[in-house]
């Protein structure tokens, strides 16, 4: 049974950076793209960054420039920098796989940006 553990998340002013990080406990990321998602009060669960297994990245308009996602399969860890932070940043972030597999959702780890 794959498990997913974020972390990092926390309050943060406008223009402040966190960075999050997610380990597995299984050896999936050397086999799986991965993504973190993010999910606002009232609104879906959105994907807003992918790392394939070669390492290359993609992100939804909204963060590009801002957040950077990496990996490190020997960590079992996937992280993402989040840097010039937005209100509208603010949400519940995971990770999971790309596409998503529903039995590996985690708890997430909050991130609010607020003055």
């Known amino acids: 049974q794959v498990q997913l553990v974020e972390s990092g998340g926390g309050l943060v002013q406008p223009g402040g950076s966190l960075r999050l990080s997610c380990t597995a406990s299984?050896?999936?990321?050397?086999?799986?793209?991965m993504g973190w998602y993010r999910q606002a009060p009232g609104k879906q669960r959105d994907l807003v960054a992918t790392i394939t297994v070669g390492r290359n990245t993609n992100y939804v308009d909204s963060v590009k420039g801002r957040f950077t996602i990496s990996r490190d399969n020997a960590k079992n860890t996937v992280y993402l920098q989040m840097n010039s932070l937005k209100p509208e940043d603010t949400a519940v972030y995971y990770c999971?796989?790309?596409?998503?597999?529903?039995?590996?959702w985690g708890q997430g780890t909050q991130v609010t940006v607020s003055s």
């Open positions: 999971n796989t790309v596409p998503a597999r529903r039995s590996f």
């Open positions: 299984g050896s999936i990321f050397s086999v799986y793209a």
